[in-house]
């Protein structure tokens, strides 16, 4: 019981929240909760639940809060493969497919890509071939660290690099219970820099992050829109992001169209 009450405190406190204020939102005293943190109560199932929802807490976390209380996991993690899955791989498949000719993708939570639509295919397969030392990675922050993948390519890539590593690490503070070395991975490419291994609270006064990508006889400016499940009950299907490229000029827009 100790373990879950000291986990339920670091959610608590990692969403800036007293326990008055989480005891409100949850319907519950502030006393309950002190005592829930503090190893005195025992919660039941449906109050790991209730706090749980008012903590915003991702499903995957939620079941490792269970299992620190002693009941058994309540969401599934199926794997995409899986046929109980295939009315959502099929919503995704017509999701990229009408996002073409502009590139799109599926991405998991540790940012592997796990579909791709064909104008993402091809742009990528396109660099690939410029590449001898193409890394065999389905991982999109590997890809665009590695000097051997797309780093070469995009132009402003310090900018693109920091903001994704940054947003890693707010990730990582919000979604607690997951575990991944992808960001001490990301830091032992060349020419990272050390400061990056960090979060820093930088702030920028443009609207949106570019990619632009630096083909030689092209230059492609690109942004994207992330998109989740919102009703998801299971893990895996929760943890999945949608991403959607759009062209930020005209250029990039006729590329695209003469590419399928």
């Known amino acids: 019981m100790g373990n879950f009450g000291a ?9 800036g929240l007293s326990q008055l204020q989480l005891g409100l939102s949850a319907d519950v005293s ?31 976390d939620r079941n490792t809060l269970l299992s620190l209380a002693g009941f058994a996991e309540a969401y599934s993690r199926m794997q995409l493969e899986q046929p109980e899955m295939k009315a959502v791989k099929d919503a995704l498949a017509i999701m990229l497919n009408n996002h073409a000719p502009y590139p799109a993708q ?12 064909e104008p993402q295919q091809k742009l990528i397969q396109g660099l690939a071939s410029e590449q001898p030392d193409f890394p065999e990675t389905n991982n999109l922050l590997e890809l665009l660290f590695d000097p051997n ?19 890693i690490h707010r990730e990582r503070a919000l979604y607690q219970d997951r575990r991944s070395d992808l ?3 990301l830091m032992q490419y060349p020419g990272v820099p050390t400061s990056w291994a960090v979060h ?15 083909l030689g006889t092209q230059r492609l400016k690109l942004f994207s829109s992330l998109a989740t499940f919102g009703t998801a009950i299971d893990v895996t299907m929760q943890e999945l992001t949608i991403e959607q490229y759009f062209p930020g000029d005209e250029a990039t827009r006729l590329f695209f169209e003469g590419l399928v």
């Open 7 to 15: 986990s339920l405190r670091q959610w608590r406190k990692s969403r």
């Open 200 to 214: 820093h609270h930088a702030s920028t006064s443009a609207p949106m992050i570019q990619l632009v990508l630096n």
């Open 183 to 185: 960001i001490e991975k």
């Open 149 to 167: 993948a797309l780093r070469p390519y995009v132009e402003n890539w310090e900018e693109v690099a920091f903001t994704l590593i940054q947003r």
């Open 30 to 60: 502030s006393r309950h909760i002190s005592f829930l943190e503090g190893g005195r109560s025992q919660p039941s199932r449906q109050m790991i639940i209730q706090i749980s929802n008012a903590l915003n807490i991702p499903l995957s």
């Open 106 to 117: 599926v991405l998991d939570w540790n940012w592997n890509i796990m579909m791709a639509n």
